[in-house]
């Protein structure tokens, strides 16, 4: 079945911890087996000792106490350190394949980072990533563990039977493999729609929850808490049923478990008392495999539970690797090209298309920048400006055409290669939420706090940290909520510097500051251009002076360039109407 097919591809995923795990089902089925015996001996050592008894002074003195006794106690401790330690080992165990499990996880969707995440809400990635992989977790604990200490434990415990009495071993074996395999596929076939089902229902839930949280502001201004609550308390209903339905599964399991340990007792004692009667069983090792089959079901009491889970943890699988298993939407350069002469930037004929999307982005684009120079995009929403920056740091691939950094194709460089050549600097821009230090080392990790420092003077910021209570420890918030909108892009403006790349790319870097703090901002940017290639996307006109040649763009491709007093000079020009139009809109 594909699904079993996840379920085998997961234990080669947990192959490095191989010993840990097997370690951990080693040590219950000492457990188990401790208890078989102490049973066992028990009942027999009981029983013996009252015949021994009954038999008078001269057999109770040959009778030898002290061996089963001792046998009792070294059963009794074996169990009770083998259950601790085996807490122990499957704890370490279970915490060692979630952190192997996140981080192969995260590895496998870095790369498809963004063109392949796109199709993905940020929620339902978040409850893979953290919920479908707790639930794997359990497969180790719930479902692989219980079902191979079963098999081991019931051939061990039944076999034990057989070289007494081979009939009374063929007995429990029958009988145990029945319980465990029969009740677990009840189990499953009642459980396994509802288990599926709680999966897909927990992950829809976080996703909403997590996408109304983040719109919450919007929720509330359009009076629309009311129906958000609606709907997740119906899922919520739906959920509960489920778990409802699930527990009830749960109960049979239990029900049949005990059904099926009191008729194994039956048939055994109906095997062994014949034989008793008959003087072919001293009748000492009657309740001794009374006892023993009673003990003998702690080996498959959880195998229901695991065979429920199953339903869950296939779900959750397919849920994993179906994120895992999508190849990037492009190949990634195998290895790096040598530092390139140049930071020369030409784009010839260029087409750029996004995944699914109907027409290009992008189309027959012609641009050329010299290393050192710097050149503004100027256009309409839509016209395909930051597709340009996309395109620049090989976020999606391009089609057509041909796009060189240093005389060599984009398509040549590892994206992280060639991502070191650049910075980026937007109304985007993201601030973790963390320290001002850590939002810094996040552009250059082993920065020197004298380094941080000059990076925020130059941004204009060293002032503002200095007067914080903790200075470069301060914590920014969620997206630098606990700084104004300048601040915010400041910290920004500081990262690039740490950065130091010779390429920068402004995609509309003061949008949505005020008047006043932007004029100021474009200043302050003045002397981070300094020295830098500079690509300055933008819809409005201001700042454009400074800039050696202005692109102006339309429906993908560039409609007329040259220097901000040529093409205004020009009264046929885009950039001339744009002017006359106040210089906020562009009409494409
Ligand atoms: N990730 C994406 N997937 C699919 N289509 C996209 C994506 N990003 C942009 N587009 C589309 O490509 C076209 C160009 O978008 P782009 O963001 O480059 O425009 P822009 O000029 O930067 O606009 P704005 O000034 O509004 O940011 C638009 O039609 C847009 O809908």
């Known amino acids: ?82 259950r601790w330690l085996e807490r122990i080992v499957t704890h370490e165990a279970t915490f060692r394949l979630l952190s192997r499990l996140r981080v192969w996880f995260y590895t496998r969707i870095e790369p498809l980072a963004p063109a392949g995440l796109q199709g993905f809400r940020s929620g339902d990635l978040l409850s893979r990533l953290v919920a479908d ?77 997590v996408d109304a949280l983040q719109g919450m502001g919007e929720i509330l201004t359009a009076n629309a808490a009311g129906r958000v609550q609606e709907q997740l308390l119906q899922e919520n209903a739906a959920l509960l049923e489920r778990q409802r339905r699930l527990a009830g599964v749960a109960g049979i399991g239990t029900a049949g478990m005990s059904f099926m340990a009191n008729l194994t007792l039956w048939v055994i004692l109906l095997l062994a008392i014949p034989l008793v009667a008959r003087h072919s069983l001293p009748p000492a090792q009657l309740p001794m495999f009374a006892l023993g089959t009673m003990a003998a079901f702690e080996a498959v009491l959880a195998l229901p539970l695991a065979f429920q889970f199953l339903g869950q943890t296939r779900a959750a699988a397919r849920r994993i690797f179906e994120i895992a298993d999508q190849e990037p939407l492009f190949p990634d350069a195998p290895k790096p090209l040598p530092e390139p002469a140049n930071f020369d930037i030409e784009i010839h004929d260029l087409h750029l298309r996004y995944p699914e999307a109907p027409e290009d982005a992008l189309r027959s684009l012609d641009l050329q920048v010299r290393q050192g120079e710097r050149i503004a995009i100027l256009g309409a929403t839509g016209a395909g400006k930051s597709s340009i920056a996309n395109l620049l740091l090989r976020f999606y691939d391009y089609q057509a055409g041909s796009a060189r950094l240093g005389g060599q194709e984009l398509r040549d460089y590892p994206g992280d290669q060639l991502r070191q050549y650049f ?74 510097v740490l950065k130091n790349s010779p390429i920068l790319i402004l995609d509309e870097p003061s949008e949505g500051l005020d ?39 339309a429906e993908g491709r560039v409609q007329e360039s040259g220097s901000y007093a040529e093409l205004l000079a020009r009264p046929d020009s885009l950039l001339h109407r744009f002017a006359q139009l106040g210089g906020t809109l562009i009409d494409s």
């Open 1 to 82: 079945m594909a699904n079993n097919r996840d379920l085998w591809r997961l234990l080669r995923l947990f192959a490095p911890y191989r010993w840990w795990m097997l370690g951990g089902a080693l040590l219950s089925l000492l457990t188990i087996l401790a208890n078989f015996g102490l049973m066992t001996l028990s009942g027999w050592f009981l029983a013996s000792a009252a015949l021994a008894g009954l038999g008078g002074w001269a057999t109770l003195n040959q009778y030898n106490f002290f061996l089963p006794a001792a046998g009792v106690r070294a059963f009794a401790t074996t169990r009770v350190l083998s």
């Open 133 to 209: 992989i707790d639930t794997l977790n359990n497969f180790y604990l719930r479902v692989f563990t219980p079902f191979l200490v079963a098999g081991l434990a019931t051939l061990l415990m039944a076999g034990f039977f057989a070289l007494y009495v081979w009939s009374i071993g063929l007995a429990l074996f029958v009988l145990l493999a029945l319980t465990g395999l029969l009740l677990p596929l009840l189990s499953e076939r009642l459980g396994a729609r509802s288990s599926a089902e709680i999966t897909r229902i927990q992950a829809e839930m976080r996703t909403q929850i």
């Open 515 to 553: 008047a006043l703090t932007e004029a100021k901002f474009l200043q302050d940017l003045r002397r981070l251009m300094q020295g830098r290639t500079v690509i300055y996307i933008t819809h409005r006109l201001l700042g454009l002076e400074d800039m050696d040649r202005i692109y102006v763009m």
């Open 423 to 496: 910075a980026l600097l937007s109304q985007r821009s993201h601030l973790f939420h963390s320290t001002i230090r850590d939002n810094l080392l996040l552009a250059k990790g082993d920065a020197e706090e004298e380094e941080l420092w000059a990076a925020l003077r130059q941004a204009q910021l060293a002032e503002f940290v200095e007067g914080l209570p903790q200075g470069l420890d301060n914590i920014v918030g969620e997206g630098g909520v606990n700084l104004s909108g300048g601040q915010a892009r400041r910290i920004a403006i500081a990262r690039t």
